[in-house]
């Protein structure tokens, strides 16, 4: 098919699979988030911890990209990385980010802000501990979003750095960690007919959660 304003114009879908009531979903929002999140593991969602998150460049440009979403608790929302990549340094210099959840196949969309934070030593080391070797390795070799020479200069590195631990446990560098993402806003998107979508927002004010409804 070729890609006209046209065609793109006329791609609709019109959702119908579930309502979002604010008598339906729970006081606290992660909580909430849990029941969706197991929801879209039992549909057999494809990574349905996959998220979109965007941080702020030094310029105050927009910067966003898909992580993992790696442990969630009554703190907040757990990814992990380079610490000296792009997005570690952003986060360092204004730490704050937006997460966005995207499960098509239930016509679901969950949005979070929040403040990010780097995950203890040892937290991050547990979990490192818990990766396959190989990925273990490759978090040492790749200087995470520097310019490098070649695909054969780094995989040359991931080969020498496996030569070199052979028999040995991969020890967690120290640029490689945990963030944080503490949500002080979530949104809670459910598609609906006629682009009459529901939206219930959480806010915490005063260390509360506020819920209300937000026209689509």
């Known amino acids: 098919m ?22 339906d979903v729970d ?11 197991e929801h879209a593991i039992e549909s057999k969602v494809t990574e349905p911890n996959a998220m979109t998150l965007a941080t702020v460049t030094k310029t105050g440009k927009p910067d966003a990209r898909i992580v993992l979403l790696k442990g969630i608790d009554e703190n907040g929302f757990q990814f992990y990385t380079n610490y ?29 802000e929040g403040t990010v ?10 979990y490192f501990k818990s990766r396959p070797r190989k990925s273990q390795i490759g978090a040492i070799a790749s200087p995470q979003s520097q310019v490098i020479e ?33 949500p002080t806003r979530i949104e809670f998107w459910q598609g609906r007919r006629s682009r009459l979508h529901d939206r219930i927002n959480y806010e915490l004010v005063a260390n509360k959660w506020v819920k209300t409804r937000l026209a689509p």
Do not use: C
């Not at 070729?2 to 699979?17: C, F, G, H, P, V």
């Not at 006081?27 to 999140?37: A, D, G, H, L």
């Not at 340094?89 to 704050?96: G, Q, R, T």
């Not at 040359?156 to 490689?176: C, M, R, S, Y």
């Open 84 to 112: 000296l990549s792009a997005k570690g340094k952003e986060l360092k210099k204004n730490p704050y980010a937006s997460l966005v959840f995207f499960w098509h196949d239930l016509e679901r969309q969950v949005r979070i």
């Open 27 to 37: 006081e606290n929002p992660i909580v909430q988030f849990k029941k969706w999140f």
């Open 150 to 182: 070649s695909r054969v200069m780094l995989e040359d590195k991931f080969n020498e750095l496996e030569t070199q631990n052979e028999g040995k446990e991969i020890v967690k560098p120290a640029h490689w960690g945990g963030f944080l993402v503490k």
């Open 2 to 23: 070729q890609i006209t304003s046209e065609a793109l114009q006329n791609m609709r879908q019109n959702y119908i699979n579930a309502t979002l009531n604010e008598a």
């Open 117 to 126: 934070t780097k995950l203890d030593k040892e937290t991050s080391e547990a």
